[in-house]
């Protein structure tokens, strides 16, 4: 039958992910949603016409929820991760799962002693043209590889608010250009350098936080990343990256808005970037969850794991540690 | 409150339709449907959790329907408009209104009679690329339109016993093309010159109908447009549109499936056309129902008119004639 | 030895022939020039330390002139092809030949007379893009040609004085579309069906004359072409081949000025196309002199023959004719 | 009158820049050329048609000689200079000037005490793709920079033997990045921080030089320049610059070899770069001889002056710097 799906928290990322889930995702449904602001819960329930539990305790005892979606805050995710490890259900949960390597530890420790089916929300992994770079890795066409580069900018930086408690850029942007660094080589990074700068928001310092950066990586196959981040392109959401091989490479290029263009004396005209990451990525995370129901219902693991999970915080934790000691980090 | 739509034919285009209205555009719902097939109209009620009618005047005679989506088969259109304008409803109809001009009056008749809101299906129109092309227009950026080309290919050809029914690829096709014209130039067409060959399916003579076409068409304001039509594109589903004017020129390009690129000594590649019209379309779909309910609700004409129905009818009609007759054929 | 090559005009387009074949093409110089103006030829000896002949006549009774380039007005040429053809020269000609075809007959049986190589200077055929365009047909990449759609814009009208004695846009300037037709298709035209337009410059009317057109030609292979022309695009010189077949396109898109573009929140900006045909077309020039002296090297027929030069002009006769009478011609 | 210059060393890169010199810039000739190897002196001597002098005391002690250009290897590159500018001849020196500061500036204080325009040969700055991305950080379209990508690849590693007497990677190639991230941030650096590996060559750690590297620059400014070099791209010479700003972003892309594509269902294919430096920059380095002879005939300071020169130099030996001590180096 169909997966059954718990949607814990339906803030704007739960929401977007119930509505992915229920309504374009063959073989699979949201059975429950639960939400610790009752009128959130209350309306997409009504909107979605799925039943309301009253408590995550409560969702996770319900007989009709095979699997779970972890939509909360990120300081939640361990203790519910652990709680729907034991009490059996498949977990999917967003990034990251912890700003400490401890905690998430201890999360993926409950995973594995439960021996739960579990996935990483990296959907950029998911996205068609970052995947295509991938398959030129996986399929000889680019060689080995050597160089990668990542640009990943944001099109409006966050409140200060929200960088207080973000674990600063390494941990809350930048971690997805770790995973894909990991991703697109299929080799683990062994050090880190990294710099940055204040250059959007200059009161990001009371955060201890940076919204300009360059990382490079070395990976144990020798190859060398290197990346790029903005909280501010005024242009959209600037998302590439680039795989350079022996044989040749592979690139993921920016969608336009739209195909139009126009051409006058002044040149060529072509609109801008998408500036929502719904916008670029609706298609990535709908293929996230066709990519989890498919795995569990042919008995596969997920295809992004409890280690891939891991990695790119312990990445980040020493990206942190580069820019403030002036020095590259090894991962050891 | 919200607009309450009854969805008259569910098979793939009505289904389609049912699906977006229903959830993804704001102020309105789908509160009825039927079709002639009732597993059809069970499935789809059952998916979406909207009442099925067992026959279209049932439908036509409900409290909770505000206004029609006629998606059924061409020949039954004309029926459907006279029966829908007559019991007051607000009327959104599928290309084309009527393969036959008399009849096509008959209902347009009907709709003026009857003084319901009355929006045809072109919905090119509403792709965000084409649309800008036609904003440059409006805007001056183009200048006084000169030549416009249209290129328009199916990526598969459609069967002998669809191709039968069709009207002929000027109806069936070129029609889309014949709207896109008069909309990116806002020029009436005088004159029609058509030219015709069998180089895909030499089985279509049989329905008298050719499977490659160039048209060319005079505007009222002296613009030349030529379009180019093929049952079948090996690459996709290719759909562009370019002016040119006094200042410049404006262009819808095709999109690819996706933004992935390879360079290798060979060169570079880059993935396809999306083949199938709902993925290059949707957001167009999306947009046409969007500006139906905007029109309703604000008490304005809906954006694509009656006329806007017929105009392409006629020019179709007088492109097969030219075709036979080895002649322009002037629309008076 | 080298292959020692004589100019006849140095105006503008023989000027920069006699440089490209003195300086940058192996295996040739140009050993003498001759041109009405002596100024002119003067000038041009100088720059290039090459001998000036007085005149026609003693050019082509010199003992160092194996070949001639013919460079001068369209109505001296058939008088000089006889006489270098006489002479037994190898010719290569700047097109048209003629703007009449009783006189290019007269020519062209000169030079078969003759036996001498001759070549006519349609040099896009030798543009990489568009030539890649035509390889893509012969080795099968296309398939089987169905439409071939083709764009052909200048950036600036002539004044009218010449358009007076241009022979009208369709030999003047669609003659190079009409052969690069032929080129691409590998098949002969056997009817062609014009409409024109004055939208650029009315005065074009006292000369008889369109600016703006809209060509359709049937091949014998049943493909059918549409070429689209104006004296005058506001965004640079537009040149643009398209070919579709059984088995997909190949395509020659529009160089830009250079590769660097700009984002911004208003959109991308990139430069306009070159405005000039030589710099769009200086590859092609080069090339095409490449080709006739290996030709001649190696004793081969030069690569673009007299049938070459003599069906465009049949077929801009035959479209002059269909945009008077308002009718599809036949080239029988 | 015209510039008259003299040619020293007519290898590859100096004869290239006496053809294009002499034939192609306005207001300047090659009025002399001197190379150790004789043979290869007098048959470009023979071939442009100027005087050959026996030695470069003699050329730069000729009449006719207004500037020189330095196109011998680097190693001379000090000599020459400190000689021509006691000759009183303006210099023209192809990059880099030397790979050891002190020598460098041995060089640079002898043509200050000699007031000689000075011109290093930084080509790029003059390609017009580069070029327009300064304009666009000079005009003020992209804002404030925050980041530079630049990243630079060759088509085929240079001999071994080559690699030796180079200086390394990051004087050898990467000192053309260094000067592009001055150029187009108009910024010093302040500090190098040096990646490099050997995934190509792994006979050039007999050279201790490395094949591939990625270097993070940090400019006085606040900007980050993150620069990847390879000496091998299969795909042919990869050259682009990204600046990245408060406002937007200004990029150089890569031409490719010709415009044409193909599209079949396998995808869309278009030719690769072009793989030599020539093909990519001859409108670059015409344009540079433009500058230096417009500078010249104005009395204007030639625009990439000994400060030019120099910089870069110091860089690259931070740089190396850096890879060796695998931390990053300040510039003082």
Excluded at 17 to 28: D, N, P, Y
Excluded at 225 to 239: E, H, K
Aim: hydrophobic content about 45%.
């Amino acid at each position: 039958g169909e997966l059954r799906v718990g949607v814990l928290g339906v803030g704007r990322i739960g929401r977007m992910h119930a509505e992915l889930l229920h309504r374009q995702v063959g073989g699979a449904r949201v059975s429950r949603i639960h939400d610790a602001y009752a009128p959130a819960a209350a309306a997409v329930g009504t909107q979605l016409g799925v039943a309301v539990s009253d408590s995550t305790a409560a969702l996770l005892a319900a007989d009709d929820v095979d699997a779970v979606a972890i939509c909360t805050s990120t300081d939640t995710h361990v203790e519910l991760i652990v709680a729907a490890a034991q009490a059996g259900k498949a977990i999917f949960c967003e990034k990251p799962i912890s700003l400490d390597l401890a905690e998430m530890d201890r999360a993926l420790a409950a995973v594995e002693a439960a021996g739960v089916p579990f996935q990483i929300g990296f959907n950029r992994r998911f996205d068609p043209a970052h995947a295509s770079v991938r398959a030129a890795v996986v399929d000889g066409t680019v060689g080995d590889p050597q160089i990668v580069r990542i640009s990943s900018r944001d099109p409006e930086p966050p409140p200060l608010e929200y960088v207080r408690h973000s674990g600063g850029i390494f941990l809350d942007m930048t971690i997805h250009d770790f995973d894909m660094a990991r991703f697109v080589t299929g080799s683990e990074v062994v050090s880190v350098s990294a710099q940055g700068a204040l250059r959007i928001r200059p009161e990001f310092a009371e955060a201890g936080d940076v919204d300009t950066a360059v990382v490079t990586l070395q990976h144990e196959n020798g190859c060398l990343t290197t990346i790029d981040n903005s909280r501010q392109a005024a242009y959209g959401y600037d998302q590439r990256v680039e795989v350079h091989g022996s044989r040749g490479m592979a690139a993921s290029e920016d969608p336009r808005a739209h195909t139009g263009i126009v051409r006058t004396a002044a040149g060529e005209h072509a609109p801008s970037l998408p500036h929502f990451f719904v916008d670029r990525y609706t298609v990535a995370y709908l293929a996230q969850w066709q990519a989890f129901v498919a795995a569990l219902r042919d008995g596969r693991t997920p295809p992004v794991t409890a280690a891939d999970g891991r990695a790119p915080l312990a990445i980040g934790l020493a990206a942190g540690r580069s820019l403030r000691e002036r020095r590259p980090v090894s991962l050891a």
